[in-house]
């Protein structure tokens, strides 16, 4: 059993930053991912990370702008976040599980409640 826990959501203006904590309890999982969903949109991958191998993947909105990390002393999942944009205005999930394809919201089987992040331009 898996445990997910995000914090640090918020409201920021557009080219503000942001980080977003996941607290994670056990140890079911091979790797550690955040996705997003907008209001009316579907789930989509922003980030995700094999601790063992210290190994980023970032979707094609999250590129050049945010950056995945993994604190393993604290086993905390972090996503910094720069250069926002209204477009990233969403909810937030920290996700663990055993995927194929980092990416694939399918492949992960623990989710958490979610953080709010709020971008105004």
């Known amino acids: 059993q898996v445990r997910l826990e995000e914090s640090g959501g918020g409201s920021v203006q557009a080219g503000g930053s942001l980080r977003l904590s996941c607290a994670v309890s056990g140890n079911s999982y091979n790797t550690l991912g955040w996705f997003r969903q907008a209001p009316g949109k579907e789930r989509e991958g922003v980030a995700a990370?094999?601790?063992?191998?210290?190994?980023?993947w970032y979707g094609d909105s999250a590129k050049g702008r945010f950056t995945i990390g993994h604190d393993k002393a604290k086993s905390i999942l972090y996503l910094h976040m720069n250069m926002l944009k209204p477009e990233d205005t969403a909810m937030y999930y920290c996700a663990a599980g055993w995927p194929d394809k980092m990416l694939s919201i399918e492949e992960y089987s623990y989710w958490g409640q979610g953080t709010q992040v709020t971008v105004s331009s």
């Open positions: 990370i094999r601790p063992a191998f210290d190994s980023p």
